[in-house]
């Protein structure tokens, strides 16, 4: 039921990337001053002595059932401001570079979230799906972060809780419903927080960047080189306000930008995926198995009125469960499908046996790609992960269910078709049983190497703006914009950002400033 995540690759839904879900500050002027005025300082140079036994770690590489694979468990403090208090457990992966050439040490990956486990990523696509040359200098190495998949995984609901948790209305239509939703909220939060209760307070990712560090200390890099997906380049970025010092070769594909408070982040995701509708639109009444008309203007008022049919009648899915699909899982299934044209088509077909056969398994298997639900019924812990990260991260969009029927006029009008869903589901964080720790804030890195910052015009999850903003806050940053659909470009078929951003870690080469590919 979280919208705010962000699918690294829509034809890998496993290897995800969370981002709509509901976390940051109300947008009003005195928190935008705020985030304006504020940014993210850079830590000592110095190691302090009370981290010196973790920085001093070196990863004891096993097999871990992946050919070609190897993994290793470090430690990091749970508290950094009380190093003695505990620790956590870090699962790292790697593939050790293939050759020839000479070594470039080590390239860590991240997927974005948060909550996509990195290491999942790399096994699945980023060990043997990135180019040939990078892997054959670099170690493609991947840190699970806390609390995401095997680096203590935050656990909030069972299979049978998630599928009705999934499955809430998420356009109420009366307070009986806006009750319920509430309800949803407070039981998601309450498992999370009596599974928990500790780890919830210490998944930032400030945290998660300072954890990054001490594996790059492990693996004996005296830079981090990296390459974050969307959540992954707040992350990516966190590091280099962090440490500017120590920021090697760094992407960040599908910025978000640190700056907004999430009031603001969420509405301008929902108008990304509002422009990433449209483009579906446009192509899909070009097509002869469009079933949402002939004309793109008429594709948003149809896609939502069969909406509101299935809220009042869900349909047959044919699920062992029993599950129906409903409004909330086919609004997930349609939006799930904005992450990459490559899955218009496998879209365009779900709705056909939607609306003219009165079957829902295509929709069905979409938005279960999307929440990472097995055969089984069991979900992976992305979606606890998200919330539990994002939660922390900032504070929640609105406190009240009020203050969302205020809003969802300008939800709506940012997305007649997703704005009502996406303005409600914006409430969670309000009943998360953890106190924010972060705020809206602008990183700078002064003094970091040249950081390539890449942003997709029509993206959905991280609109385009996102990577001008960050670009024009980091000290370094260069822009590479890629003129299309999609979330994120590296990878995805353009060979004007393949290689310009293999040049830049293959070379240390960035792109001339705001360079422009299709």
Not at 39 to 64: D, F, H, V
Not at 362 to 381: Q, T
């Amino acid at each position: 039921m979280h919208i705010r995540r962000n699918l690294r690759h829509a034809s890998l839904f496993a290897a995800a990337a969370l981002l709509v879900s509901a976390c940051s500050s109300g947008a009003s002027t005195s928190s935008a001053s705020a985030a304006a005025e504020a940014a993210l300082a850079a830590l000592p140079r110095a190691t302090p002595a009370a981290l010196a036994s973790y920085y001093g770690q070196k990863p004891n590489w096993r097999s871990c059932g992946v050919p070609g694979f190897e993994c290793a468990t470090l430690k990091a403090p749970r508290d950094y401001a009380k190093p003695d208090a505990g620790d956590v457990r870090l699962a790292v992966a790697r593939k050790k570079a293939t050759g020839p050439g000479k070594p470039l040490g080590s390239l860590l990956v991240n997927p974005g979230g948060p909550g996509g486990s990195a290491i999942g990523y790399l096994q699945a696509y980023a060990g043997i799906g990135y180019p040939a040359e990078v892997r054959a200098r670099y170690d493609m190495v991947a840190v699970d972060p806390r609390g995401v998949a095997r680096s203590e995984p935050v656990e909030c609901l069972g299979g049978r809780d998630m599928d009705t948790y999934t499955q809430t209305d998420i356009t109420p239509d009366d307070a009986e419903e806006r009750t319920d939703l509430v309800d949803s909220f407070k039981k998601f939060a309450e498992g999370c927080g009596e599974d928990s209760p500790d780890l919830l307070r210490h998944v930032s990712t400030v945290e998660a960047a300072r954890d990054m560090d001490i594996v790059r200390a492990a693996l004996g890099d005296a830079k981090l080189n990296y390459v974050g997906a969307s959540y992954g380049t707040f992350l990516g970025a966190t590091y280099a306000g962090l440490f500017p010092e120590r920021a090697g070769r760094l992407v960040l594909d599908g910025a978000m930008d640190p700056s907004l408070p999430a009031r603001r982040m969420n509405l301008d995701q929902t108008a990304g995926f509002e422009t990433a509708f449209q483009s579906f639109a446009k192509d899909c009444v070009q097509q002869p198995d469009c079933p949402l008309g002939t004309k793109a203007a008429e594709v948003g008022d149809r896609l939502k009125a069969y909406f509101e049919k299935l809220d009042a009648h869900p349909i047959p899915t044919g699920d062992a469960d029993g599950r129906k699909l409903g409004e909330a899982l086919a609004t997930t299934g349609v939006i799930a499908a904005m992450y990459d044209e490559g899955a218009w088509a496998q879209l365009r077909e779900a709705l056909n046996s939607a609306m003219k056969e009165n079957d829902g398994a295509g929709l069905l298997v979409l938005a279960d790609s999307y929440y990472e639900r097995d055969a089984d019924g069991r979900y992976s812990n992305l979606m606890f992960a998200n919330t539990a990260v994002n939660c922390l991260d900032l504070p929640a969009a609105f406190d009240t269910p009020d203050e969302v029927e205020k809003a969802l006029p300008s939800f709506e009008k940012a997305s007649p078709v997703f704005g009502k869903g996406l303005a409600w589901l914006s409430l969670n964080c309000a009943y998360w049983p953890v106190k924010a720790t972060g705020e809206p804030h602008r990183i700078v890195a002064e003094g970091a190497a040249p950081i390539v910052v890449v942003g997709t015009t029509r993206d959905p999850a991280t609109p385009y703006r996102w990577a001008r903003a960050l670009a024009s806050q980091l000290s370094s940053a260069r822009l590479l914009t890629y003129e299309g659909d999609g979330h994120t470009a590296y990878g995805r078929g353009s060979t004007c950002i393949d290689s310009t951003i293999n040049a830049y870690l293959l070379r240390g080469t960035p792109p001339v400033q705001r360079k422009r590919c299709s």
